[in-house]
């Protein structure tokens, strides 16, 4: 007989979520549990909320454990070593959750975020806890083990394994253990009996299953199904959901981050210095078939960047879907592409999700009176955020535009008008595949709500955001871990996917 489990708990950061993204659909799919929920760090709460599969709890790290947190742990990390910190708090964290349900009996389950199943998976048989194993020593595990609780190594296999089955009361009673032993909180007694300057000093779980053995070796049993740590040796990570249940797959793979992945072929691009190099030579100088999508298309002439490009004959081949959600401007880009091939006009913005939101620019009857002394670039006709703020911004930023300007700034910002608009995600659209694609995203301020919205399985190959108020960590991390690097730009960024493209002289 099966026992249900209670939840299912994965702790998580940026790094993983290309892999994330696929296995929060797969393990609800093959492991059934009341709860399942992932802990990430408070920057990257939204990130996780939109682009994990529904059915997932989202944990702030630093509400979950209150008591120890990552800056507690790296400032008792050496000198030198504090960069690692990261990786001692996650194992914490993971035996505070572990602990983190209501009644003792519950049985939880930690499984690693860089970890998918692909096939139904079970924890629990004849009352006993079933666990997979691994073939792993490393020898400072067990110095810390042994300083912690007074134990050897006694089985001759790896509780390291990618997931951990536990009862809470388990947890509990290892924690109290220690408490009593070191008389000090637990977690202090963990970080004081490891040698913190290791790299990997402790395990969370080569820990809790040697302190198990010596206490419920009679409920525990080994489950000898294979599973595989190199993911890339089974299916590149991108085919991965696709692949149909038999008998030769492993129960589940990890794509941990240090292993190799497998290279696909790819598009040698030119290195290009600024934004205006690398479209010069998108459009004019690669052989590839070529398709944009561009978020926030405003009216297609007044300070585009690949206005010139769409109007020339030359580039009639080039797929274009131009997103404007503001009426007077989607209408000036209408008359603008009539006669344009190729050409998708969407009057709508683009967001994380489909919805109906309040949307804020200039009155563009107004907006003609803004360039003040200089210069006549009719600048406030770009202005278009979700945000009020973003827009007020901009009206503060070109007060150099002369005393008459200043003296009408509060006329300019009565002149903000709120509308609603249509929003839906850009996954709804296909935007990687066997094109050379590019996104181009200019929409002050929600740079980041139109990434989360795209299908990151079928990312493009190039990204262009501006940068509106300042530049926005958290999007570049996410990028990062999507795979993305930076290749130049400094007010509009230019990044390429470094899975489909490789950048020469």
């Not at 979950?64 to 990390?77: D, G, Q, T």
């Not at 297609?300 to 960047?305: A, Q, S, T």
Request: aromatic letters at 12%; one cysteine or more.
């Amino acid at each position: 007989m099966n026992e249900p489990i209670k939840k299912v708990t994965s702790v998580a950061s940026i790094k993983d979520i290309g892999t994330w993204i696929r296995a929060s659909k797969q393990i609800p799919k093959f492991i059934a549990a009341d709860r399942y929920e992932v802990i990430v760090p408070a920057r990257y709460v939204r990130i996780f909320e939109v682009l994990s599969s529904p059915g997932w709890i989202v944990l702030d790290e630093n509400e979950l454990a209150k008591e120890f947190s990552i800056e507690y742990v790296r400032n008792r990390m050496p000198q030198g070593k504090e960069a690692r910190a990261g990786w001692y708090f996650q194992q914490l964290l993971k035996i505070h959750a572990l602990m983190n349900s209501d009644f003792d009996d519950d049985l939880v389950l930690i499984w690693d975020a860089d970890t998918i199943p692909l096939k139904p998976l079970i924890f629990s048989h004849d009352e006993r806890l079933l666990y997979f194993t691994g073939t792993e020593y490393h020898r400072p595990y067990f110095n810390a083990i042994s300083r912690l609780l007074k134990l050897d190594k006694s089985v001759n296999f790896s509780f390291i394994a990618q997931c951990f089955p536990a009862y809470v009361g388990w947890v509990k009673e290892f924690t109290r253990h220690l408490e009593e032993t070191h008389q000090k909180r637990w977690f202090d007694a963990i970080l004081d009996c490891t040698d913190l300057g290791e790299i990997s000093g402790f395990s969370e779980y080569e820990t809790l299953g040697t302190f198990f053995v010596h206490r419920y070796i009679e409920k525990m049993a080994i489950n000898h199904a294979r599973w595989e740590r190199f993911g890339e040796q089974i299916a590149p990570i991108g085919d991965i959901l696709n692949l149909p249940i038999s008998d030769d797959l492993p129960m589940y793979v990890s794509y941990e981050s240090w292993s190799k992945r497998i290279e696909q072929p790819k598009v040698i691009f030119k290195h290009a210095k600024s934004e205006a190099d690398f479209l010069d030579y998108f459009f004019n100088h690669t052989n590839e078939s070529r398709s944009i999508i561009q978020v926030g298309a405003n009216d297609g002439e007044m300070c585009d960047p690949i206005f010139r490009y769409l109007a020339s004959a030359n580039n009639a081949d080039v797929s274009a879907i131009l997103i404007e959600p503001v009426e007077f401007y989607f209408e000036k880009l209408k008359k603008l592409h009539s006669k344009r091939p190729n050409t998708l006009l969407i009057k709508a913005a683009a967001s994380s999700v489909e919805s109906i939101r309040d949307f804020y620019h200039i009155d563009p009857a107004i907006a003609y009176e803004m360039n003040g002394d200089g210069p006549k670039n009719d600048w406030a006709h770009g202005q278009g955020s979700f945000f009020r703020e973003s827009v007020v911004h901009w009206i503060d930023q070109n007060a150099f535009r002369g005393e008459s300007y200043r003296a009408n700034m509060p006329r300019f910002k009565d002149a903000i008008l709120e509308s609603k608009v249509n929003c839906f995600p850009l996954k709804n659209l296909a935007i990687g595949g066997k094109l050379l694609s590019l996104l181009l995203i200019d929409v002050q301020g929600a740079e980041l709500d139109v990434l989360l919205g795209m299908d990151w399985c079928a990312p493009p190959d190039f990204i262009i955001y501006e940068q509106d108020i300042a530049r926005i960590k958290v999007i570049e991390d996410l990028l990062n871990a999507m795979g993305f690097s930076y290749l130049c730009g400094l007010s509009n960024l230019v990044f390429y996917n470094t899975s489909t493209v490789a950048i020469g002289n």
